[in-house]
């Protein structure tokens, strides 16, 4: 037992070193720019140690002799955009150098957080399909592809499936985060890590909630729909495998993760849907039809809330767990709502399986115009309620608004106006917003 303690201690030590994030991101592609000592040619000219710093060099007023690190914000000048800059060359005394270089390009940090100022500094990418194939995967671990992807499900393919997954991810990110606060495990340092992508560097890091959500909305997904509409299964697995695995492995390819804190992510969900697997219809029943449902909806999902962030300092995880807390009140306070109402009802038992209908261009035009309308009444919401909500709770507070950042690092401002804000998207998205389309014969 002894020895088999070792054993397992010594791999998790293994999988959690930063020299393998390192090792990974150099296979794929991504080089570090970090800082050298500077060398004194004879020629009194200063040249760069790198030839895929030479581009930069030549632009002059971005560059320093030293060249740049890839740390936190701070150690070098503030990058101007995120992402791609354009492709690295070399001058025109080594065309073999530039053949070698002409695939590498000078890339920033993606998604620079405006709350932490964190930017990040420049790297190289010698692989630009992995290097889009991982920015893809790690988008669906953000905000956006949240917005896109719930409504989508919810107005065009099947409202209760929409329901319950919005279920699973709320309180899925709740435990995650919480756990993240409790552990207190630092990201993997850079160097020897390349930070490819910066927003959630103020985080702490165990375990991955990526690797979480990326893990618990396609496998709950196909738990949710397997049975109910008419695929194969192997079909549905693997597509459920593969999107969890590109969103696990872009976590160690953008530098964010250890190896170790992605695994456990991956089986922490696991056991969580298990969890979920035989309550989460019952859950969902009591939503829509208990008498004293919305009372407990926002106990519940504020409540708990309240404990969570108790637990330590501002980091971005408390804001995005009381957004995901307010958009799964938001969401169920709708479905009780519709339910009672009578506004959208879920197919019979009878009609099970469900079979997707066949594709004709009135059915395209029409599940896009709904997507479309949507979303952009889900954006103007969130865009008037951050407007109106942030202001007020400034003023409620007797806090400045000159410096809204300052002011939503204040757990008296950000919970509230998360709470509010992603709640009200929340109930619009699953009551509004259908209600919209049947005034507008969409439905």
Request: hydrophobic share 45%; proline share 6%.
């Amino acid at each position: 037992m002894a020895n088999f303690v070792k054993t397992f201690v010594q791999i998790c030590n293994y999988l959690q070193d930063p020299e393998l994030v390192a090792r990974f991101q150099h296979f794929c592609g991504v080089e570090g720019t970090f800082p050298d000592a500077p060398k004194a040619p004879e020629s009194g000219v200063s040249e760069p140690d790198r030839p895929g710093l030479r581009k930069r060099v030549q632009q002059g007023a971005q560059s320093s002799d030293a060249g740049v690190g890839n740390g936190a914000a701070g150690d070098g000048p503030t990058p101007q955009v995120n992402g791609m800059l354009g492709d690295d060359t070399t001058g025109p005394d080594s065309s073999s150098a530039a053949a070698a270089d002409s695939e590498t390009t000078i890339a920033k940090p993606l998604r620079r957080n405006s709350l932490t100022g964190d930017t990040g500094q420049e790297f190289l990418i010698h692989n630009k399909f992995l290097f889009y194939l991982f920015t893809f995967g790690t988008e669906l671990g953000n905000e956006m592809f949240f917005i896109i992807f719930f409504p989508f499900v919810l107005w065009n393919i099947d409202a209760l499936v929409s329901r319950r997954l919005i279920v699973v991810w709320a309180w899925n990110l709740f435990v995650g985060q919480s756990t993240k606060d409790m552990i207190r495990w630092s990201r993997p340092a850079s160097p020897p890590v390349v930070k490819v992508e910066v927003f959630y560097n103020s985080e702490y890091s165990m375990p991955s909630t990526h690797a979480m959500t990326g893990t618990a909305l396609p496998f709950c997904l196909f738990m949710l729909t397997y049975g109910r509409w008419q695929y194969p299964f192997l079909l549905g697995f693997c597509v459920a495998l593969s999107w969890s695995v590109l969103v696990c492995v872009s976590r160690v390819y953008m530098g964010m993760h250890s190896v170790l804190e992605v695994i456990t992510g991956f089986l922490y969900t696991l056991l969580i849907l298990a969890f979920f697997q035989p309550i989460l219809g019952k859950i969902d029943n009591y939503y829509m039809m208990g008498s004293y449902a919305p009372l407990m909806i926002v106990i519940s999902h504020v409540g708990f809330g309240l404990v969570a962030f108790s637990l330590d300092s501002w980091s971005t995880s408390r804001g995005d767990t009381a957004q995901a807390l307010g958009t799964g009140a938001g969401a169920a306070l709708a479905s009780h709502v519709n339910y009672q109402l009578g506004l959208q009802l879920d197919p019979p038992l009878s009609s099970l399986p469900l079979t997707l209908p066949s594709l004709s261009v009135s059915l395209v035009l029409r599940s896009m115009l709904r997507f479309f309308i949507g979303v952009a009444v889900l954006l103007v919401t969130r865009m008037i309620m951050k407007a109106v909500t942030i202001p007020f709770l400034c003023r409620l507070f007797g806090l400045p608004m000159d410096d809204v950042r300052r002011a939503r690092q204040q757990m008296k401002v950000e919970l509230p106006y998360r709470y509010i804000v992603y709640s009200v998207v929340g109930f619009s998205c699953a009551c509004f917003v259908p209600l919209l389309f049947k005034i507008l014969g969409l439905a």
